[in-house]
């Protein structure tokens, strides 16, 4: 049977990219973040899995204003890194788990959570910033990764609540998976930020810091944080945030497994106009 | 009855709604056809030819024109589409978000080294934060 046996949370602010991309990780301003992934890099050799479910949110890349799918699941064999507007980014041709993935997208559906299927789609910074934060430059990507896209930028966003509860059902899919696979499932984007208008530029260490410790310990409670509550105190771009709640959600504990281990806890600011968190929990056998 | 929109009270800050979202939806595809390096060529040759071959409101189009990337907001724009603009101008992110409050380049750079905008006195309208309408713009834009 297939397992989820950890999930990491991170940023994934494009600079990132554009950062490692032109080799500037070493340089003062980009150094502090990227020490904060060292441990992780090593993390990740030393735990490698077989496939990555991976939440992200599209920047207005696959999906324009013609179609808004508020959950995506990609189910095709590969995915290519897209062009945003400044070519694309040098990285990997992401290879997809079309088995894992269908059989996820059945079962989710039947759970009552409407995913749109994706047979084909490029992906952009959302997906590939976090491969690279902690995978670095390889030829290839370590393992198989299932995109998941999430609509966070036309509002009424879903709920933090949906989030989680969404996460619980991709737990049971997974599970019920007759294959032995070690699954990690990864949330991204946030934290704090805010990337228009005379605001721009908020960050919030207070909230940010506050919502690392209720996701580690207390997931219901940031589960029942409302959208109004991360635009005020994180900034309209913070509500990427519910991304991370998809991953708390199908942790062992939500389902009466034991607390998760904090491998690893990182936060920085800033990251070009954002703040940088990052958390790697591990399931507990 | 009217749909709840709790976030039309936080300051300097435009939520990209259903509503928003209708307004701007040419706009938005306009900056989406901008993806493509040979569209991003013909929009650079003739602005003004380009936009015309989108049915965009004038106020948009000016907008453009302008780079005011408020005005494009106001006029139903959304950031991440807005983006496009700034990737074919060469412009970063950071760059376009500053652009946003009147900061130049290095204040707003500045500002974020030392930890960001806070969210003190900028969470509801009428408080007295730097986003708030009467302190625009900020930096030394604003002082003159």
């Known amino acids: 049977m297939a397992k989820i046996t950890a999930s990491v949370y991170t940023s994934h602010v494009p600079a990132i990219g554009a950062a490692i991309d032109l080799g500037k990780t070493q340089e003062p301003y980009w150094q502090p973040v990227f020490q ?93 910033v976090p491969l690279s934060l ?20 036309q509002y009424p966003v879903p709920s933090g609540q949906r989030c989680f509860n969404l996460g619980k059902a991709i737990r049971r899919a997974v599970e019920s998976f007759d294959k032995d696979l070690n699954v990690q499932i990864w949330g991204t984007g946030g934290m704090s930020h805010q990337l228009q208008g005379p605001r721009a530029g908020l960050i919030n260490k207070e909230f940010d810091n506050a919502f690392l410790d209720k996701l ?10 409302p959208h109004i509550d991360y635009v005020r105190e994180a900034g309209s771009e913070g509500i990427e945030l519910v991304m991370w709640l998809i991953a708390r959600g199908a942790m062992a504990d939500i389902d009466g497994g034991k607390p998760p281990k904090v491998a690893h806890r990182f936060y920085h600011v800033p990251a070009s106009n954002t703040a940088v968190g990052h958390l790697i929990l591990e399931n507990q056998r | 009855m009217s749909l709840e929109k709790p976030y039309l009270d936080v300051p300097g800050t435009t939520i990209f709604d259903a509503e928003q979202s209708r307004l701007g939806y040419h706009l938005n595809q306009f900056c ?18 380009y936009l015309d071959e989108w049915p965009m409101t004038e106020e948009q189009k000016q907008a453009v024109l302008a780079r005011d990337l408020n005005r494009c907001i106001k006029a139903g724009g959304n950031i991440y589409f807005l983006a496009k603009i700034g990737a074919t101008d ?21 500002m974020m080294i030392k930890g960001g905008r806070s969210a003190e006195g900028n969470r509801i309208i009428g408080e007295d934060g730097d986003a708030q309408a009467h302190h625009q713009p900020q930096g030394k834009a604003g002082k003159k």
């Not at chain 1, 580690?216 to 944080?225: G, S, T």
């Not at chain 2, 989406?32 to 030819?49: G, I, P, T, V, Y």
């Open chain 1, 36 to 128: 904060g992934y060292e441990f992780s890099k090593q993390w990740m050799k030393d735990n490698k899995p077989d496939v990555i479910f991976l939440v992200y949110n599209d920047h207005a890349t696959a999906f324009s204003l013609e179609m808004i799918p508020t959950f995506a699941i990609g189910t095709a064999a590969e995915f290519t890194p897209a062009d945003e507007g400044y070519g694309a980014r040098p990285v990997p041709v992401v290879q997809g788990h079309p088995e894992l993935a269908s059989h996820i997208a059945q079962s989710v559906i039947q759970q009552d959570f409407d995913l749109t299927i994706v047979n084909k789609m490029d992906v952009d910074h959302g997906l590939t």
């Open chain 1, 134 to 153: 902690m995978c670095g430059q390889p030829q290839a990507w370590p393992c198989p990764v299932i995109p998941f896209a999430v609509n966070v930028v």
């Open chain 1, 216 to 225: 580690i310990a207390d997931p219901a409670a940031a589960a029942a944080i």
């Open chain 2, 32 to 49: 989406m056809s901008l993806m493509k390096a040979a569209n991003r060529e013909r929009f650079k040759a003739n602005e003004r030819a």
């Open chain 2, 90 to 110: 060469g412009k970063s992110f950071q760059q376009m978000a500053g652009s946003m409050t009147g900061m130049t380049e290095e204040e707003y750079r500045d």
